[in-house]
């Protein structure tokens, strides 16, 4: 099993990125996927899921508006268009996998993780 995060980089408040997950190693199709991320000194957090069937996507209040989740079952990949990126959203992206129908903004809840990309924004 194999998550890829890339897309990760410097940006400058206000910008945007697209961070992209190549999945591999497992049927991409019947896992929920989702997006978290670390900034230094805090815990995980939530950030953006997307159901099996790309028919419902579910979005932590401080990037609503702003990040936009999506996938592609015949790709097996998962993105996150991430605009008007501010100082607060830098961090340590990681994208996820889990059994089930639907997100959880819990990240013990997923089975598989990617190795992170991170993202810088400068003020």
């Known amino acids: 099993v194999q998550l890829q995060a890339s897309g990760g980089g410097l940006v400058q408040a206000g910008g945007s990125l697209r961070l992209s997950c190549a999945a591999s190693?497992?049927?991409?199709?019947?896992?929920?996927m989702g997006w978290f991320r670390q900034a230094p000194g805090k815990e995980r957090e939530f950030v953006a899921g997307?159901?099996?069937?790309?028919?419902?996507?579910y979005y932590a209040d401080s990037v609503k508006g702003r990040f936009s989740i999506s996938r592609d079952n015949t790709k097996n990949t998962v993105d996150l268009q991430m605009n008007s990126l501010n100082p607060e959203d830098a961090a340590v992206y990681y994208c996820?996998?889990?059994?089930?129908?639907?997100?959880?903004?819990?990240?013990?809840?997923?089975?598989?993780w990617g190795q992170g990309t991170l993202v810088t924004v400068s003020s």
């Open positions: 997307i159901t099996l069937s790309r028919n419902r996507s």
């Open positions: 190693g497992f049927t991409f199709s019947t896992y929920t």
């Open positions: 996820a996998a889990k059994k089930g129908l639907a997100p959880s903004s819990s990240g013990n809840e997923y089975a598989y």
